[in-house]
């Protein structure tokens, strides 16, 4: 049957208990599509198990189009030429969301304390900013983040604990820096750190060539090690530098 076909019969569940959240999905993503849907409940476990064994699939929900089994949410999308995103395709996502939301932070904050959208403090706080969200994402799942850390962190290799204690430092580092307190902490706490990571991620990258995810927004991504990750250590390092010489250290 051709893809424009607008009927579609779908077989999701929902009980008392559980509503099958790619069910519901399917469902929108079909209405929005044009289609009139056949929506059909599969109201218990009995009962899903039941369709389960007499189509020979082993998930919900599940669409027929023209008669023709398509398959479940992914499979649909597939089917109408959407895109499905690939969970193990590298994408620099996390960081382009992580950094747009700090900018338009230190923005907003630059505007309602200093009647300005742009200022060398909204550069500051941006960058601070950063830094805590960035520790953050790492606090999630500290082990995690120190497993793949070591991977390419010259400071981790020979101290293991650095990986745990990165995290902490960094985020230590961003909150301090977000209010300018304790200066003689905050300053070579975030250059050490971004000095270390900065001449780890150069080495691994472009003199090793290694390929690796990057770890600087957590354990669990996708993100390349690479320029991006450079940045963020730069950024560290550069905050640090400005703060020492705003404060007449130099």
Request: proline share 4%; hydrophobic share 45%.
């Amino acid at each position: 049957m051709s893809k424009n076909t607008k009927k579609a019969v779908l077989y999701r569940m929902m009980t008392p208990d559980h509503q099958c959240p790619y069910g519901l999905k399917t469902l929108d993503m079909l209405k929005r599509e044009g289609f009139e849907v056949d929506d059909n409940h599969l109201a218990s476990r009995e009962e899903t198990d039941a369709f389960k064994a007499k189509h020979n699939v082993t998930t919900t929900p599940q669409v027929f189009i023209g008669g023709e089994r398509i398959g479940g949410y992914e499979d649909v999308r597939k089917h109408l030429d959407k895109p499905v995103v690939d969970p193990d395709k590298p994408s620099y996502r996390p960081v382009i969301a992580l950094f747009s939301m700090t900018a338009l932070s230190a923005l907003a904050l630059n505007m309602g304390m200093n009647g300005s959208w742009i200022s060398v403090q909204a550069v500051e706080w941006f960058i601070a900013l950063s830094m805590v969200v960035l520790a953050l994402l790492k606090l999630q799942d500290v082990e995690s983040f120190s497993t793949m850390f070591l991977n390419y962190d010259l400071l981790a290799k020979r101290w293991v604990p650095y990986g745990r204690v990165y995290p902490f430092a960094e985020g230590l580092a961003g909150i301090l820096m977000v209010g300018g307190l304790f200066n003689w902490l905050s300053i070579p706490l975030a250059l050490f750190i971004g000095t270390v990571g900065a001449l780890s991620v150069f080495k691994a990258v472009y003199i090793d060539k290694r390929e690796l995810k990057c770890a600087c927004v957590g354990g669990n991504n996708n993100v390349p090690l690479g320029f991006i990750s450079l940045t963020e250590n730069l950024m560290m390092v550069g905050m640090a530098v400005w703060m020492w010489y705003a404060h007449g250290w130099f």
